[in-house]
């Protein structure tokens, strides 16, 4: 028979100050897990709706991003010739020829607080190209009127993006450009990128060739075969599914996810080590208690699970505290710099009940972990020694 | 209410420390009947309280039979030890040994929640127990808001309340004043008499002494002598 509840929750404010420190330590490691997890989880949604299997995406060989690829218009002419690529409606190719470009403009923040901003030149194409591109508010550009869309997500992030808002492109900025509508992809990268007519981007950045070309197919299975063509020797550039690029793309997250578990690793030892501290104190300043227990009736057993429980107690409860710290960040849209674009990628901070039962799981093991050695050693005070030592 | 005797029989209970054996109980024998209060005194060292672990449970002779009421407790396991201290030993301590953290009657229930019992059931017998005491209107009160005197009535209530067939008290007045230690003592003889318990005591205390039925004294591990005392008759056990 366990002992009861209330007698481990008050043996914890017995012991306030060691308490208070486990307590500190625990809810810190579960707030930094759910902010690590819900970032990783956040970028991973944004990237992972990018993309889609049948679209091809050709870059120049080297290119890691549409930013650092330049396809001269001879190269682009070879592309077309590529099996499987789909048609739309009018009868034309599904490719999509897009300039890739970043401007840095103000963050809705503050007018000093700068950050650069993805800016996309299309043509009508890329629409059937990116079928996933809606329109929420407003309409699309006018091809040859200096008219731009914005993402949704780049809307929320930056200054005077809404319908009606004017920003400067170019590369001295100095064209201006009228926002006349506003789309979204579903929480996709494009969702954080400026849209405007292909040419007049062209243009205003001085930039007279693509970054990159995506080509839609008929069918996904086809795309093997595509991209054997493109980065063949007729060809000779590189090319990937749309999926695979962003996936890349979100290596960088990835690397960050993985330093960051070995910290949260390094953490838990230490709130172990912690729980442990706390818990031996506890044990050593009531060897009169725990033998008196004993002598009554109590099991080896029973007092090990309740010095289990007292550490559960204390890690939970920090945990608690450590979600609700974590819950403050829930739901707000943050700012990631990939290192591979230079741009700004928009992605939500949000605590799932898979992340909070994580961070349940990791309190509730350091709790354990911490507290099983304590407690090994309560139950296995000499009973007659410590009650003399009274 | 039920009672047990208590049988010794050439007990034997050697320590060691650093290599060396230090006798503390040299093949001592003693019959305790039950019903019976027995007071055991003695110089330190002599054994008395080696004596009241062995016949708790606590702790195992090195040689010799100790049986209580129909346990022979040299045959049985740490665990089931445990289980039979439970239901049939009520543990009495100089330092009364509360839970701080619990009140009067938290503490007197630890020992019923190694029953299967409701707790309708377990409020009642608290109750009980604390009456029995005289503490009934000190149930809520933690141990740090009672007396010294007090504090040893919650932990004899803490004793009493699975009804065991044997208690053992270590020296219960040793920390209290001369008035709260009759007090205490009065309680004591109240469980023997009204409730039939047998009642083993250490004391170092000659007048605390004088409230059990015979005296044995203890010298070296064995049992130097025992004095009946005839204002205190044996009762009959029943």
């Known amino acids: 028979m366990a002992l009861p509840l209330y007698y481990n929750w008050r043996n914890l404010f017995v012991r306030k100050l060691s308490t208070s420190l486990t307590f500190a330590v625990v809810a810190t490691l579960v707030l930094v897990l759910c902010v690590l997890l819900s970032f990783a989880a956040g970028i991973r949604a944004s990237l992972a709706v990018s993309g889609w299997p049948q679209n091809v995406l050709v870059l120049k060989p080297g290119a890691t991003a549409e930013s650092t690829s330049i396809i001269t218009p001879d190269e682009k002419g070879r592309v077309v010739q590529a099996p499987g690529i789909a048609h739309g409606a009018d009868g034309k190719m599904l490719i999509s020829e897009e300039l890739c470009t970043q401007t840095s403009i103000p963050r809705r923040a503050g007018e000093h607080n700068m950050a650069n901003v993805a800016v996309r030149g299309v043509d009508a ?14 309409r699309r550009f006018e091809p040859g009127q200096l008219e731009v869309i914005v993402g949704k997500a780049a809307r929320d992030r930056f200054d005077n993006l809404g319908i009606g808002g004017e920003v400067r492109l170019g590369r001295q900025g100095n064209r201006l450009y009228k926002v006349v509508g506003v789309f979204e992809t579903g929480g996709g990268a494009f969702d954080s990128e400026i849209w405007g007519g292909r040419t007049q981007i062209s243009d205003s950045f001085n930039r007279h060739f693509i970054s990159s070309a995506v080509l839609r197919l008929d069918d996904a299975a086809e795309a093997a075969a595509a991209i054997s063509y ?39 030892i230490g709130a172990a080590f912690a729980v442990a501290n706390t818990m031996y104190a506890a044990v050593d300043g009531r060897r009169r208690e725990i033998a008196m227990l004993r002598t009554i009736g109590f099991g080896r057993g029973a007092i090990i699970l309740s010095f289990v429980t007292e550490s559960l107690l204390v890690c939970m409860t920090a945990c608690l505290f450590g979600l609700a710290g974590a819950m403050f960040f829930s739901g707000t849209r943050q700012d990631f710099l990939s290192n591979s674009t230079w741009t700004v990628l928009a992605y939500e901070l949000k605590i799932t009940p898979t992340i909070a039962l994580g961070s349940l799981g990791l309190a509730c093991l350091v709790g354990v972990i911490g507290a099983i050695a304590p407690a090994l050693r309560a139950s296995r005070v000499h009973v007659i020694e410590a009650l003399r030592k009274a | 209410m039920s009672a047990a005797d208590i049988v010794a029989t050439s007990v034997r209970k050697v320590y060691h420390k650093d290599r060396i054996e230090i006798p503390v109980l040299d093949g001592l024998s003693l019959k305790i009947d039950a019903g019976e209060f027995v007071v055991l005194m003695g110089p330190s060292g002599s054994g008395k309280s080696t004596l009241l672990h062995l016949i708790g449970g606590l702790d195992s002779p090195t040689s010799g039979s100790i049986r209580v009421g129909e346990y022979n407790l040299e045959r049985m396991t740490e665990r089931e030890l445990t289980a039979w201290r439970s239901r049939h030993v009520g543990f009495i301590f100089q330092m009364y040994h509360l839970v701080p953290v619990l009140t009067a009657a938290q503490n007197v229930e630890l020992p019923l929640l190694l029953f299967k019992m409701s707790s309708a059931e377990r409020r009642e017998r608290v109750a009980t127990a ?58 004591l003889n109240l469980l023997n008499s009204e409730f039939n318990k047998t009642i083993l005591m250490v004391t170092h205390d000659p007048r605390a002494a004088s409230h059990g039925q015979r005296v044995v004294h203890l010298e070296k591990g064995v049992l130097e002598r025992e004095e009946r005392n005839p204002a205190r008759p044996a009762m009959a056990a029943s």
């Open chain 1, 125 to 138: 194409t890329a629409f059937g190209v990116h079928p996933e591109v809606k329109i929420i508010e407003g």
């Open chain 1, 230 to 268: 493109l980065n063949g020797p007729f060809v000779a550039l590189e090319s990937k599914r749309e999926t695979e690029y962003y996936e890349d793309l979100s290596k960088t997250t990835r690397d960050i996810v993985a330093l960051t578990t070995v910290l949260i690793a390094i953490m838990s």
């Open chain 2, 130 to 187: 604390l009456k029995v005491v005289g503490l009934a209107d000190r149930t809520d009160h933690r141990p740090n808001q009672l007396s010294g005197g007090q504090e040893q009535r919650v932990a004899i209530a803490r004793a009493i309340v699975t009804d065991p067939d044997v208690i053992l008290a270590d020296e219960p007045t040793g920390d209290l004043d001369a008035k709260t230690s009759e007090e205490i003592l009065a309680l």
